[in-house]
């Protein structure tokens, strides 16, 4: 193993168990506040999380020294998400821990996993960009890189998902309700937020016309740190969130008069801003108290960087080496007026040197290009929260529009502008993003092609050196090693333990790919994970599944671009042709779907209505046998990803093509040894280069093809279904009542969508899917062939680690330079 990553507590050792132990119990009775006899499993999580954060502390003081020390460029990871999941499993692994705790709860009497699921899942995130922002957390630590992530302490995560007869029912997720063993809340970093008031013109003593923001409604943000524990224990960075705070728990005007309960209700409004998270995913709702979350987390972290800038430093010229704040979307984009402001306002700067200074320390990375997902503010909005960022912004998209004004026609200058004027008078936040970056990334190749045709085509003309691509990445920590311990095992036992930190080593296994021993071994692991996740379906859902039939997996949001209705339409066309062929000789299938649709949304949820209604018939079919099964799990988050992951054989990831990004559900599903049943969209068409196109089952038009169809208008979905028996079948019986006989119409605004429009061309793509489905089931029979592509798989996927994601990203956008272990010491 690379001696950069050699842990002074990996490899165990006996007195290791005694101290845990012995510190176990410290914890249980002195601060859970109970003996070993009452404790309950949460109690023990509690007492284990403290454990072992103990002994994570003294190394989280050397990392934050190195970097103070070295006065290194530090990055600043800005994100309204941070999806990390469970963190008492993945520290203990990082820390090399997990053997000595597994012996320490046994001593105890204990089994480690009750004690590792007795967490909660922090859910500060809806999916695939929040788990990008936790991914990226890991591998910056990993790789030594100092790095802080920025973000919202929500009190109430991502809603817990019930079925209710197969309806999505919402549940607040009180994550927070016995308390979070993981953070250290820092009372004393305290940034006060400003929203409201107005702006005013006064001259300054050296005769210059300057602005200033002034009768402002103020709130608190207040610092939680939690550490974030690279692989090998040695660098420890932080990740820190904010939680709104009232200036006074009274507001003594109305105290004074009498009005207590008014009094208190000022508090409670102002510490709102940190209550909830949106629930939307890739969709804006335009709401006042989502915008102001945006500003409050932006804001307070801007305060943050630039007083820890300043204890080094006498003026901001050099910020730019210094600090690299990458936005994790729009949502922080506002920070962008906002470091203007303060050097500007508060500081003196002048324009010209106030905006060199925050374009080359801002870069923006856009995660979607569906049209409903740009956010934009209305002007109005902005006007009366932020008046000064409102006008900051006007001066950005004067100066800019005045520079190109000569040089362009009307209308592009209309689309370059930051104000849309279309209808209500709006802030686009994309615009502001780019113009204040000096790095724009997309998030796979496909993707950052498309930008630089579609939403950014005119700024590109202009700048065509700022967009650059950063395919996504996942940590083979949490997704391979910690997820998959059979798998993980099989692999070091082969070519040692090296790629768990640079995953490209995977590449050797593909001298195994013919080794009928290897081969057995991981078919072994496979049907292991099968039999965890068969084991969690019974339990949570009371079906059994056959182990030995094909796990297909759609795990994912729900959404229509992802087109689980595909899914579901092929699924029902097998389900009749098994009835219709009840001799024939199938090969048996688990579909297992899960995925969370946001509350507002109603087709989406609907189709998790059509899920369970399917399930339901097919899975109760005697004439099917047990040849087909549709289990939907409800609530999809980290922890369940973590048992699904490892226990696919096939991945699906039939997005139309052109409008998933990337997609990181695709990259764990392979990396875990399922091949890919996908359209060319987002990433998967760089998985097809790397694990080869015999490895995987390609589908569908690709994006310039759907873009054709969509740019001739003549596309007519009611022409293929007549021309498609199957399809036409399914959509019948779903839109027949054949799956809801308790209400028959119950899925005609489904059918009824596809006929009469199908924005997401399912009926287009579904002969291919169907075929290439078949070609996949087919080759499950032949156990040599099928296991021979899923080791090629896997062993394709080092590419894909984000390790290699962060250390482009640190070369190509942020010029910051890893800080080993120790740098600090000397001093
Ligand atoms: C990886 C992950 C996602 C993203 O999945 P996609 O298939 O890329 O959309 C969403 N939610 C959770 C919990 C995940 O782990």
Redesign the pocket.
């Known amino acids: 193993m690379d001696a950069r990553y050699r842990s002074r507590e990996i490899g165990r050792k006996a007195e290791d168990v005694d101290a845990l132990k012995r510190s176990f119990l410290e914890w249980l009775v002195y601060s859970v506040g109970k003996d070993a006899k009452t404790a309950t499993r949460r109690d023990w999580f509690t007492t284990g999380a403290l454990s072992v954060r103990d002994r994570v502390v003294d190394r989280w003081m050397d990392t934050t020294r190195g970097v103070y020390a070295a006065d290194a460029k530090r990055i600043y990871y800005f994100s309204m998400e941070f ?1 990390v999941g469970r963190l008492l499993s993945n520290n203990l692994d990082n820390l090399g821990l997990t053997e000595v705790c597994r012996e320490t709860v046994d001593r105890l009497g204990l089994r480690l996993e009750e004690v590792l699921e007795a967490e909660p899942d922090p859910a500060l995130g809806n ?2 960009l929040g ?1 990008l922002a936790a991914c990226f957390l890991d591998s910056m630590a990993t790789q030594h890189l100092p790095a802080f992530g920025y973000g919202i302490r929500y009190e109430y995560g991502l809603f817990e998902q019930r079925f209710d007869q197969g309806w999505q029912v919402e549940f607040p997720d009180n994550w927070l309700r016995f308390g979070n063993p993981w953070e250290f809340a820092r009372p004393e970093v305290l940034y006060p937020i400003h929203f409201h008031g107005h702006v005013e013109t006064y001259i300054d003593g050296a005769g210059m016309e300057r602005r200033r923001w002034v009768g402002t409604e103020t709130v608190h943000a207040m610092a939680f740190d939690t550490p974030v524990v690279g692989y090998g224990g040695e660098t420890i960075n932080t990740l820190r969130l904010w939680s709104a705070r009232a200036l006074s728990d009274f507001d003594f005007t109305h105290f004074n008069d009498g009005d207590y309960l008014k009094a208190v209700e000022s508090k409670v409004l102002s510490e709102n801003l940190s209550r909830v998270l949106y629930p939307n995913d890739a969709t804006e709702v335009g709401r006042e108290l989502r915008f102001k979350q945006e500003y409050f987390f932006t804001s307070a972290s801007i305060q943050d960087i630039l007083r820890r800038y300043m204890q080094h430093h006498k003026d901001f010229d050099a910020l730019p080496e210094k600090a690299a704040i990458q936005l994790n979307d729009t949502h922080p984009a506002i920070g962008i007026a906002e470091l203007m402001r303060i050097l500007i306002d508060l500081h003196g700067l002048d324009w010209d040197r106030a905006w060199d200074i925050t374009r080359r320390t801002f870069s923006y990375t856009n995660h979607t290009l569906l049209p409903e997902a740009l956010e934009s503010w209305p002007v109005g909005m902005m006007e009366r929260v932020l008046p000064r960022h409102m006008q900051i912004i006007y001066d950005i998209n004067a100066r800019f529009l005045d520079s190109v004004w000569a040089r362009s026609d009307i209308d592009t200058i209309r689309r370059l502008s930051l104000i849309d004027e279309n209808g209500e008078r709006r802030v686009r936040m994309g615009g502001l993003a780019f113009l204040g970056s000096h790095k724009v990334n997309g998030v796979s190749a496909l993707h950052t092609d498309l930008m630089k045709q579609t939403v950014f085509a005119d700024y590109h003309r202009l700048f065509p050196d700022r967009i650059t691509n950063m395919t996504n990445g996942i940590t083979p920590r949490r997704w391979l090693h910690q997820a998959n311990p059979a798998l993980s095992r099989l692999i070091s036992s082969r070519i040692g333990d090296g790629w768990i930190t640079d995953l490209g080593r995977l590449a050797v296994l593909k001298e195994r790919v013919g080794d009928e021993v290897f081969q057995e071994e991981f078919r072994r692991a496979k049907r292991q994970n099968k039999k965890r996740l068969a084991a969690y379906i019974a339990r949570h859902l009371r079906i059994d599944v056959d182990v030995d039939s094909l796990f297909d997996v759609q ?3 729900i959404h229509e671009y ?1 087109r689980q209705l595909l899914n579901l339409l092929q699924t029902v066309a097998l389900y009749n042709e098994i009835r219709d062929n009840p001799t024939r000789d199938f090969v048996p299938v688990t579909k297992i779907l899960a995925g969370k649709a946001a509350p507002a949304y109603h087709q989406a949820k609907l189709i998790i209505k059509l899920a369970n209604d399917i399930g339901r018939v097919i899975n109760n079919d005697p004439l099917v046998r047990g040849r087909l099964k549709l289990v939907m799990l409800p609530n ?3 922890s369940q ?1 973590e048992i699904i992951m490892p226990a696919a054989d096939l991945s699906e990831q039939i997005s139309t093509a052109g409008m998933e990004a990337s ?4 990259m ?1 599903l392979a990396l875990n040894g399922a091949l890919t049943i996908g359209t060319l969209d987002g990433a998967n068409v760089e998985i097809r280069d790397h694990v080869g196109a015999d490895n995987i089952f390609i589908f569908g038009m690709n994006a310039q093809e759907v873009q054709e169809l969509r740019d001739q208008g003549a596309f007519d979905p009611r022409a293929v279904v007549g021309a498609n028996p199957h399809l036409k079948r399914a959509l019948d019986m779903i839109g027949g009542g054949a799956f809801s006989p308790d209400d028959p119409g119950r899925f005609r605004p489904i059918v009824d969508a596809l006929l009469y429009n199908d924005h997401f061309l399912v009926t287009a793509d579904f002969e291919d899917y169907r075929n290439s489905h078949a070609t996949a089931v087919t080759l499950y029979r032949n156990k040599t062939e099928w296991t021979a592509k899923a080791i090629i798989n896997t062993a394709s996927m080092g590419w894909f680690s984000s390790d290699r994601t962060i250390l482009d990203y640190a070369k190509h956008i942020w010029g910051v330079a890893p800080v080993l272990p120790g740098a600090g010491e000397a001093d």
């Open positions: 999806l999916g695939g788990r795990v994912k949001r992802k999809y988050n980290v990803a997609g990181t559900g695709n764990k």
